[in-house]
């Protein structure tokens, strides 16, 4: 693999400045913790004050897409990682390949997930806009709704920029790779896994609670 020269003087060496990259996304990662950390914490409070209201919530959320979607963000995830494990020049058709397979993965969870706002926006579930919910847990699931949207909204916000960084790498390894693009590639690749992981969290959250009552 083509070695890349390019550094600033501030690095002593190749390795040097690919180590800070991965130290630099770490610390990303760090800090994407603390907000998602955040919200978690205040959807555990809140469950804690209102446990029937959000069972009653979770009940109403689209168990089928939110199981595709899970399936397709760890297909998506698979697919980074192979190209991260066969990286290298004569694999450069490939890489392109898995990176752009995962991006279109990445598509079709936002997409399904647009297709469940409508579906819960036609349910009149869309709290500040719409909702209707009739009956003594009616607080209990509009607070559930409130987390829903606001913490699938900025996981779907991570999704897109995640997309748009594996369509850009695809591009950029197609033409020349070299260590360079290897260590964006592994840092995107963090990124991406991180993302799979908070959607873990939200989806057992967010989707199973209640079921097994209902």
Known sequence: MPESSAFAPQYASVPHRD??????????????VLLFGGLILAYLVYRHAFPQGFAAGSRHTKIVIGTTNTAVLLTSSFLVAW???????????????LLVGAACLGLVFIVLKGIEYGKEYDEHLVPGIDFQFAGPKANGVQ?????????????ALH?????CL?????????????TRHHAALHSAAL?????????????????LPGRSSS
């Open 19 to 32: 180590h800070t990259a991965e130290l630099g996304m770490w610390v990303f990662i760090a800090t994407e």
């Open 83 to 97: 190209a991260v494990e066969i990286f290298s020049p004569a694999t450069t058709k490939i890489v392109t390949w």
């Open 143 to 155: 607070l559930f709704f409130v987390f829903y949207f606001v913490a699938t909204a900025i996981h």
């Open 159 to 163: 999704m897109l920029i995640g997309v």
């Open 166 to 178: 594996l369509i850009t790498l695809a591009i950029i390894c197609r033409r020349a790779p070299t």
């Open 191 to 207: 990124y991406w896994h991180f993302v799979d992981v908070v959607w873990i969290f939200l989806f057992a959250l967010i989707y």
